[in-house]
Nanobody
């Protein structure tokens, strides 16, 4: 089994920054793409950023220039640096990973999410 655990969310004011972390653990052989999604109240879950194992990144238009995704392959970690937070960034942020397990099976895994609330 593989587990993803997000951390770093919280209550912040508009304009502030946060750094979210995603730790993957368990029967991992290697991790391909890692990604961050978010789901605001009453809305569907949406992709905000992704990163390949080789570090190629992709961002939703709504977050370009403010969000930066990164990863540490040695630690099986992914990060999301969020700058200039806006109230519309309020959501639960989820980590997703495309994982090859030790038994060579391949699956996408989700974390439990971390709440980000932006309010003055």
């Amino acid at each position: 089994q593989v587990q993803l655990v997000e951390s770093g969310g919280g209550l912040v004011q508009p304009g502030e920054s946060l750094r979210l972390s995603c730790a993957a653990s368990g029967m991992i052989f290697s991790i391909n793409d890692m990604a961050w999604y978010r789901q605001a109240p009453g809305k569907e879950r949406e992709s905000v950023a992704s990163i390949t194992r080789n570090g190629i990144t992709n961002y939703a238009d709504s977050v370009k220039g403010r969000f930066t995704i990164s990863r540490d392959n040695a630690k099986n970690m992914a990060y999301l640096q969020i700058n200039s937070l806006k109230t519309e960034d309020t959501a639960v942020y989820y980590c997703n990973a495309d994982v090859f397990s030790i038994d060579m099976s391949r699956s996408h895994y989700w974390g439990q999410g971390t709440q980000v609330t932006v309010s003055s």
